[in-house]
């Protein structure tokens, strides 16, 4: 097995896309950073590529389905051409597939799970010198490597040198992007019957605090302004000090509880940092952070003490993407999920009670197995009742090696399954319209992001900084309402990007707000 030097990737140019969550793009984002320190460059045509690398997402088979036909067409290019060309599969699906997924499509090279993706670097060496013939030199993959039958901390020790190593974006860098994640909780103990998660990204592994401090400040430092912690369940962030091992000094990253343990409590004497205490440093001690959100809440267990740090913390933003799946009390028990609609309910009055402009989002899933018309029913209700901001709404899709794969029959055809996700969708549509219209009049804070896709496209290449007869911006507001705005003539685009303004919101759509600049900070 090769050891990865320094100028490893001399000369070489690599072609990434992300398929996806926002985890996979901070995967993405990692492994950019690491190669590109190891000399590797990055291009945005795959046709240029030695390189070639797939980061896939496995939650429903229409990811896998547009990763797989990438990798056809990347058969055939490598046919066709006699220069070498990497294919390298990574993230869930690899993760999914195991290394069986070599056989049946000999055009890949090689093969990360998520959980792997330190040892990225030396795969892709390994398949740039040689043709890797060993599989340990081809396929790391946590299902696959001895890493998982040493202890689980050690392995995410390793990985956690992945966070830490962030140390430069050359996307970010390039773009001025404002905006970044990361990552407070690894894989997820919950094992919903429909989800992939907890097999491909594995048990939940919380990072140390002081770690994800410091790359807050760290972000914040290049010139981040918002910041998105991510996990699959935040809100059970919970990271005992004392009870890990260590990394060159610093506390290691730790794994998590079992299944419901969130809620012991610690043995005596020892210092517990919980999401709501990690929320509260962030904002305290990074206060260059002007916003700063989470994603994504687990209606269970979201205690007082987070909702009382949001209510504290201005710049926390006034948002909870908070799943509900269901509006079926069997249906949820059929997910394993583990709350009642009384119980979600119980918590979104909560949180209204602590924070009254709360804006809350959400995911649904359409046509679970035994999914009656009722059952959808009670779905359409609680999304009228919640009054979401927006939903993502999905058909179910059956993947093998779920519980639901194992024991459900997907029993509801795929018409009622579409019927339903465009009725449900349909509803969500009439709450969104209400939810924005609700703020005409009002002046929002708006976090402006670029000059709007519509205006760009109409007023051809438009230059930062030069103003033509009507540029319009678009931003987000604390609470993730899509915001539009004209850019005022004495005012240039690059000089609002990434700064929080105040929008006097004139008009809505379903799902944009329509406003004017309601004042512009000094420095602009
Ligand atoms: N089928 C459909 N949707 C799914 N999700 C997760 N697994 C499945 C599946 N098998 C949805 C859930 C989750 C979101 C990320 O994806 O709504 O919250
Ligand atoms: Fe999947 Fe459920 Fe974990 Fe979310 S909480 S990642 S849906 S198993």
Redesign the pocket.
Known sequence: MHTVTPTAGNGFQVYLETFG?QMNELDSELVRGQLAALGYRFTTNAAEADVVLYNTCS??QQAENKALSRVGLMGIRKQESDRRLVLGVIGCMAEREGAGMLKRYPQIDLLCGPGELDRLPMLIDNALKADASVLADRVALQGNTSRRTATLAAAEDNLEMLDLSRAFDPDRATSGARSAYVRITRGCNKFCT???VPYTRGAEVHRPPDAIVDECRMLADQGVVEITLLGQTVNHYRYEHGAALTVGGEEAAQVGPGLGAFRRTAPVGARVTSFADLLARIHDEVPSIARLRFVTSYPRDFGDDILAVMRDSPRICRYLHV?A?SGSNRVLKTMNRGYTVEEYLEFIDRARSFLPDVSIAG???VGFPTETEEDFEASAALVRRVGFKNN?I??????PGTTAWDRLPDDVPDEVKRRRNNALLAVQGEVSAEVHGAYAGRTVEVFVEQISQQSAARTGNVELGWAPARVQMSGRTGGDLITVFDLPADVSAASLIGRVVPVRVTGAGTLILYGELAGVPAAC
């Open positions: 969550c939650v429903r429909y989800c992939v799943p799946q995911d649904f899933i993502f999905f058909k179910y899709s059956p993947r």
